[in-house]
């Protein structure tokens, strides 16, 4: 079982240039999530999926969008890269409640993005 | 406001002792989850344990306890018998049923760093 799968693993981008993360789960969760992680400030939501065709904005959702393309896939854009976006990216993906499981969070493994 | 705190920024321990990693939360919800996840320097995030808002007994998972004090709204996780392996970042989460969107909401972060 691949779990969450999410590529890139690292970017480097300049500024203006726009990029697309991939994330991808085989575990049939509804929910899907974005975050990203800075040194410091955990991980904060960017944008969240909580079943397909639905996204809503998380906490920090300025500069990105994204697409939930089906059940499985949850994708992540960047536009116009600007430094502040040098992060680590986590996608996440979690079950309902009561399907069994406490619907903790399994994550893919990040992506690391540099923005020059 | 911050819905959970993570006051110690870094802990240390030595091998074989226990340790507590302390973790507040905040919210006007009567039903919710609270998670510990555990980030090793490889980077992947690592689900630990749970605990909801109605259970009465403490979770426990091997060597991890959540201390859960409902009215202090705070949620420690206890590592017993610490190992060199233990050595990594360590989050709080909490997840809020009562909006409908389950959305996890993530701590800044301890720091535990075992010595031999």
């Known amino acids: 079982n691949a779990g969450v799968t999410q590529t890139p693993k690292f970017q480097v981008l300049k500024t203006g240039q726009s990029m697309t993360l991939q994330c991808a789960q085989d575990m049939n969760h509804n929910s899907m999530y974005w975050y990203r992680q800075d040194p410091g400030m955990g991980l904060r939501l960017i944008y969240y999926s909580a079943s397909e065709g639905t996204t809503d904005k998380g906490e920090v959702p300025n500069g990105y969008n994204v697409s939930r393309l089906n059940k499985r896939e949850f994708s992540l854009r960047l536009e116009s890269a600007a430094p502040s976006q040098t992060s680590v990216y986590f996608c996440?993906?979690?079950?309902?409640?009561?399907?069994?499981?406490?619907?903790?969070?399994?994550f893919g493994e990040g992506s690391r993005l540099t923005v020059l | 406001a911050q819905k959970i705190t993570q006051t110690q920024p870094g802990m240390f321990v030595q091998e074989k002792e226990a340790v507590t990693l302390d973790c507040t939360y905040d919210t006007s919800d009567q039903s919710y989850g609270l998670f510990w996840y555990k980030q090793p320097s490889s980077g992947e995030m690592i689900f630990l344990i749970y605990?909801?808002?109605?259970?009465?007994q403490n979770a426990t998972e091997g060597r991890y306890s959540l201390n859960f004090q409902k009215a202090r709204k705070s949620a420690n996780l206890v590592i017993s018998a610490s190992q060199l392996g233990d050595s990594a970042m360590y989050f709080c989460a909490m997840r809020e049923n009562g909006r409908g969107s389950y959305i996890p909401t993530f701590g800044r972060g301890t720091s535990l760093i075992v010595h031999p």
């Open positions: 996440a993906s979690s079950g309902h409640l009561g399907t069994g499981g406490p619907g903790e969070l399994f």
């Open positions: 605990q909801g808002s109605y259970d009465e």
